[in-house]
C-alpha cells in the first residue's frame, strides 16, 4: 500500500503540473480562438458577437488570469471543456465522447493484438534458437518495424482498396445502415481491417525483437541452470521461470504503449480517414481549434498516466520484491 499510495501521489501531482501546462502553453501561441473564428467568417460578426465570444471562451479580462485558471479548474472538474470552434457550437466533451470509442475500439485492441503476436513470437524465436523459423524471425521483425508506417499504409490503400477494391478507402461504416446488424458488423470490420493491419504488422516486429531478448537474458541467469539441475521439465522452466521474469520489463513499455493510444492514432486515423481521437486532433491542429485541442491533449495526459499507474499496480502482483519493499 505505500508504493501504490507513493505512486498515486506522484500521478495527482503529474496531472496537476499537466492541466496547468496545457491552460498555460496555448495563451503563448499566437492569435486566440475568437481571432480564428472572426477569420473564418470573414470578419461577419459584429462586436457585441466578439464580446460574447471572449466571454465564452474564458478570455475576457474579468479575475485576471488567476481567476481564469480556477474557472478553467473548476470547469475540467465537471468535463465542461467549452464549445469546439471548428465544428461550432458543438460541446468539445460530445465530439470527444463520439470519437473516443473508435479510437479504443481500433488502436487500443490492435495494440493490445500486436503486444501479444509480437512477445509470443519473441519466445518462440528465443526459446527455439538454432530452428531455421526461429533464426528467421528477427531479421523479418527489424524490416517490419523499421518501415515507414504511411508508406505501407499507402501501400495497402493502393492496392487492397484503390487498384481491386477488396476493402473501402476511408470512413469507418458504410451509410444508410442500421446499428448492431449483421451488415453493420460487416461493414464496421470491412473499413477496420486495413488500419488493423497496418498497425499490427509494423508495430509487432518491435515487440517481438524486445521479448527476443528479454528471454535471452533470462536463459542466462543462474537461478535458469539450477532449475535445469534440479530435474525440472522444460515447460515448468518456461512458464515459471523465463516467461514471468522476461515479461516484467515489457511491462512498462506496454503501459506507455496504452497510453499513448490516442497520440498514436494520428497517423492511422489521418491515412485512412478513420473518425476518431486521432482525426479530431489532427482537424483541431490544422484548424487551431484551441479549445478541442487542450480536452485532447488532456485525455492524452490522462490516459497515459492512468495506464503507468495500472501497471505499477501490476507490478505490486508479479514482483515479490515491490510487495516487500524491496523495489521502488
Known sequence: MPYLLRKFLILL??????VTLNFVLPRFVPGDPVGAMMARYQGKLDPSAVEALKLAYGLGDQGGLLGQYVTYL?????????????QFPTPVSDIIGQAAPWTIGLIGVCTVLSVALGSALGLYSAWRRGEALADALPPVALFLNSMPYFWFALLLLYVLAFRHSVFPLSGSLDPFLQPQTPEWWRSLLRHAALPALT????SAGGWLITMRNNVMGVMSEDYVAFARAKGLSERRILSRYVLRNALLPSFTAFGMA???VVGGSILTETVFSYPGLGLQLYNAVTGLDYPLMQAIFL?????VLVANFLVDALYTLLDPRVRDGQAA
Open 13 to 18: 501531482l503529474t496531472l496537476w503540473v499537466a
Open 74 to 86: 473548476g470547469k475540467m472538474i465537471r468535463g465542461d471543456f467549452g464549445r469546439s470552434i471548428g
Open 199 to 202: 498497425i499490427i504488422v509494423t
Open 258 to 260: 496504452l497510453g499513448f
Open 299 to 303: 485525455y492524452i495526459a490522462l490516459t
